[in-house]
């Protein structure tokens, strides 16, 4: 279903697919997790099965060609697009309404990098479809940035969230965007304003545009107190950039 977002770097969500399994420690605390089991106690269409039942809806395909206003849709809020039980038949369904709604932009988010860099082989991506990763430490999120740059779009983006430890020096070559932000919720994990600055001026110096979502439950001063509380300054300043031709 489409959705207005709370997510800073997005407008709306668009939910082809739901529920995914946990692939590394960036998973732990998942916020579509704890969603998925107050939809299915409300009793929301899609979720009877819970989170970790992988389920496409096809009804759901055509919901952004039924919009006119131009959006930024972050597409499955609520799952992994390119989790191992969505077929590539859907998928390509799901490229085909993005690459028809070109008036829409649309972000696709994956932990599963490897999988995303072979479907998308040898593909032509329109420049309204927006391809990235997660990256939440050196083991497990940073290698996925290698696959990412074998991946045939225009904007390739990070999304380096919940940044769980400093991920050393980024080779950012063929990134346009870089997103970080703290983990919220119940059990986070605090970040450290280091690893922020660090990457932050990696961004700066590779001239890869950069957007601080949040610090989530833990401030810069490493106290816990509301998301909203700890707001979303670094250094004094709020960093909303975007990629250059968005």
């Not at 959006?71 to 993005?98: E, G, R, W």
């Not at 479907?119 to 999120?141: C, K, M, Q």
Request: some cysteine; proline content about 5%.
């Amino acid at each position: 279903m489409t959705t207005r977002s709370r997510i800073e770097w997005t407008e709306s969500t668009w939910n082809p697919v739901v529920g995914c399994t946990k692939v590394s420690p960036g998973c732990k605390h998942c916020y579509a997790e704890v969603m998925a089991r107050r939809l299915q106690a409300m009793g929301v269409p899609g979720y009877e099965a819970g989170f970790k039942k992988v389920k496409v809806l096809p009804h759901r395909l055509a919901e952004p060609l039924q919009r006119s206003k131009s959006t930024l849709y972050f597409v499955n809020s609520m799952s992994d697009l390119f989790h191992k039980d969505v077929p590539d038949a859907f998928i390509d369904q799901v490229f085909q309404t993005m690459s028809a709604a070109h008036w829409h932009t649309f972000q696709v988010l994956t932990k599963r990098a490897e999988r995303l860099a072979a479907f998308t082989a040898g593909r032509e991506i329109p420049a309204n479809i927006w391809l990235g990763v997660s990256v939440e430490n050196r083991r497990h999120g940073v290698p996925r940035i290698a696959q990412l740059k074998k991946v045939p779009a225009v904007t390739r983006f990070l999304s380096v969230e919940p940044l769980l430890e400093d991920v050393g020096e980024l080779d950012l070559e063929g990134i346009q965007w870089v997103i970080v932000g703290g983990e919220s919720g119940h059990g986070a994990r605090p970040m450290h304003p280091a690893w922020v600055d660090s990457i932050q001026r990696q961004c700066e110096a590779q001239r890869v545009a950069f957007f601080f979502k949040q610090w989530g439950a833990f401030g810069a001063d490493g106290v816990r107190r509301s998301k909203k509380a700890n707001g979303r300054d670094l250094r004094g300043r709020v960093y909303d950039e975007m990629p250059a031709h968005a």
